[in-house]
């Protein structure tokens, strides 16, 4: 693998902090101040919770539900220990943090790492590179992110600051799904039926459905305000299957970031965010003495093939003025959403998203390519006799470049790192293997099928990579794209067939937004570029966990570069065996 650098002494150091955690020694009065102010400690257990007047056990985090938020600033190092009180295997990753050079704690389930087993403890090292906004933490193991989820607030460096006011209050705004019955039992008993998944029960606000649910109305979340200042939403779609629009009733919403990097500023009523996304959106609480003080703030799905059966159900919080005048004390009012299946509407949001590309925060978009891909995505089959799939004798599958991954038994990474053979193929297709018309509608049954394996794609150091995303009409309905390791330049979208000849005119290579998941429109395409230049084991996956159970992934594998740091961090001794 083109062999292992020596580890510095401080990276050694911060390393040998995270074991000293992990094991439970005593620490130094230095690590004892670097432990308080960036470490975290996660316990995984079962947590009775009643929605939609039904009790049910959920996996939690510290008994919350969103879990704990992490607080950092750009360029920190933060360690997390999860002690797995549960009964079941789990891991977790850092949405959106690149982790330069240390794939080893960026948790997806046997492609970084062995899960970590019920009773064990295990210390990740989340280390913060260019990253300055919102991002998330999610469970990466089987469905267990429904409920094992929560924020990351990243800040300027100390001395550093916003490239606009600074708000009076951050607010994290977590757009969720919830479903009555026990998620782990409805993965199994769907993958066993090869079926489609049942929608959710309701959309959730911070966890919560809001007042217009049954038995919901006590846990409705609300966001007491004052007038005249300025907050900031901090937005994350962790929901499982669902795009999202989201409004405030009353108040307009200035988006200036996304994904952990800032955007020029607009304007809009709405937003719509992709699954996986964050949006950091500043209200400002304008409304006067006289205009009333409760507002609903209301998130609803975006979906495009109404022949899929979607959770259209509206979730609510309140936002509430605290210094109105009693008769300001009115109901709340719900803000105007898009219907359910408005294309115009989330097409025009998505293409209002351009990078600030300032001094401060610049861009550096790869004006050459030294590799481009195309890849499609499509929900297929799989011959089942017994299955209760898209067709008779079928089960739900789901590939890219006709390809549907299967996660190995060993962890990826541990297999590159070992030199280990027979865990994967390095031979992921960059093209599709037959090339039609993608998009039309009522395509041959034939295309319908896909094959399975474990195909990753092998990149050298430093290759400019392009990636095409194909949307298919197997399937046809937006997909949130996300790629581990890397925030990439989402340079270009379209509707059609992608062409090779003409489409790259259109791009944008001034100012595209920096993202880590594009939505690639139904009917349609999407392009990323991003250098390769952070070494290990990255997955790339839909962010509908039903695509991704369903082999809607792949892994890249970047290289070693020649210089010692432009290679891979060593193996820690902490890391949970399979």
Not at 39 to 67: A, M, S, W
Not at 280 to 301: E, F, I
Not at 332 to 359: I, K, M, Q, Y
Not at 530 to 558: E, K, L, S, Y
Request: glycine share 8%; charged share 15%; proline share 8%.
């Amino acid at each position: 693998m083109g062999g292992v650098a020596k580890m510095p002494a401080a990276a050694l150091w911060l390393l040998l902090l995270g074991v000293v955690a992990a094991l439970g020694v005593a620490a130094t009065p230095a690590q004892a101040l670097r432990k308080k102010t960036n470490h975290y400690d996660f316990i995984i257990t079962e947590t009775n919770v009643t929605r939609l007047c039904h009790e049910k056990t959920i996996l939690t985090v510290n008994g919350q539900f969103p879990g704990p938020t992490i607080h950092a600033r750009q360029g920190d190092v933060v360690f997390v220990s999860v002690h797995n009180r549960g009964r079941k295997n789990i891991t977790l990753h850092w949405h959106g943090v690149d982790q330069p050079r240390n794939p080893w704690f960026d948790g997806p389930e046997f492609i970084t790492q062995c899960p970590i087993q019920p009773g064990a403890s295990f210390t990740y090292r989340i280390v913060f590179s260019n990253e300055e906004g919102t991002l998330w933490w999610h469970a990466h193991s089987d469905f267990d992110r429904a409920t094992v989820h929560g924020a990351i607030v990243v800040r300027p460096k100390l001395g550093s600051a916003y490239p606009y006011p600074e708000p009076h209050r951050d607010i994290p705004i977590i757009l969720g799904e919830w479903w009555n019955v026990n998620v782990e039992q409805l993965l199994e008993e769907t993958m066993r039926a090869g079926a489609d998944f049942n929608i959710s029960d309701a959309n959730t606000i911070n966890g919560q459905p809001g007042d217009l649910f049954p038995c919901s109305r006590k846990g409705t979340f609300r966001v007491p305000v004052q007038r005249g200042r300025t907050y900031m939403l901090r937005v994350i779609n962790a929901g499982l299957t669902n795009d999202m629009f989201f409004a405030v009733a009353g108040h307009n919403l200035t988006v200036v970031g996304s994904d952990g990097h800032y955007l020029k500023p607009f304007t809009v009523r709405h937003i719509m965010i992709a699954a996986g996304q964050t949006m950091n959106v500043l209200l400002h609480a304008d409304r006067s003495a006289n205009a009333g003080s409760r507002y609903y703030m209301a998130a609803r799905t975006f979906a495009t093939n109404m022949q899929i059966p979607v959770n259209n159900s509206t979730a609510t919080a309140v936002l509430e003025y605290t210094d109105s005048p009693p008769s300001a004390r009115t109901p709340p009012v719900l803000p105007g959403l898009p219907a359910v299946n408005d294309h115009d509407a989330a097409t025009e949001f998505t293409a209002r998203l351009r990078s600030l590309a300032t001094d401060h925060h610049p861009v550096d978009v790869p004006a050459r390519v030294d590799e481009r891909m195309l890849v499609t995505i499509s929900v297929n089959a799989l011959p089942c006799a017994t299955c209760e799939g898209p067709i008779n004798g079928t089960r739900f599958a789901a590939s890219l470049n006709n390809v549907s991954f299967v996660a190995p038994a060993v962890d990826i990474l541990d297999a590159y790192y070992s030199s280990m053979r027979g865990v994967y193929e390095p031979d992921f297709p960059g093209r599709p293997p037959l090339f039609y018309n993608f998009t039309a509608p009522d395509p041959a049954q034939e295309l319908l099928f896909t094959k399975r394996g474990t195909k990753v794609k092998v990149v050298e150091y430093d290759t400019v990579v392009e990636v095409v995303f194909q949307g298919t009409s197997l399937g046809d309905e937006p997909h949130p794209m996300h790629l581990h390791g890397f925030a990439f330049y989402a340079v270009g979208r379209g509707f059609g067939n992608f062409n090779e000849s003409k489409d790259p005119a259109t791009y944008n290579l001034v100012d595209p937004p920096r993202q880590n998941t594009v939505s690639v429109p139904a009917g349609g395409w999407a392009a990323i570029r991003f250098r390769a230049t952070n070494p290990g084991v990255w997955f790339m996956h839909c962010h509908f966990d039903r695509h991704t159970v369903w082999g809607m992934d792949t892994v890249f594998i970047v290289k070693n570069g020649k210089t010692p740091d432009a290679q891979m961090l060593p193996r820690p001794p902490t890391m949970p065996k399979c």
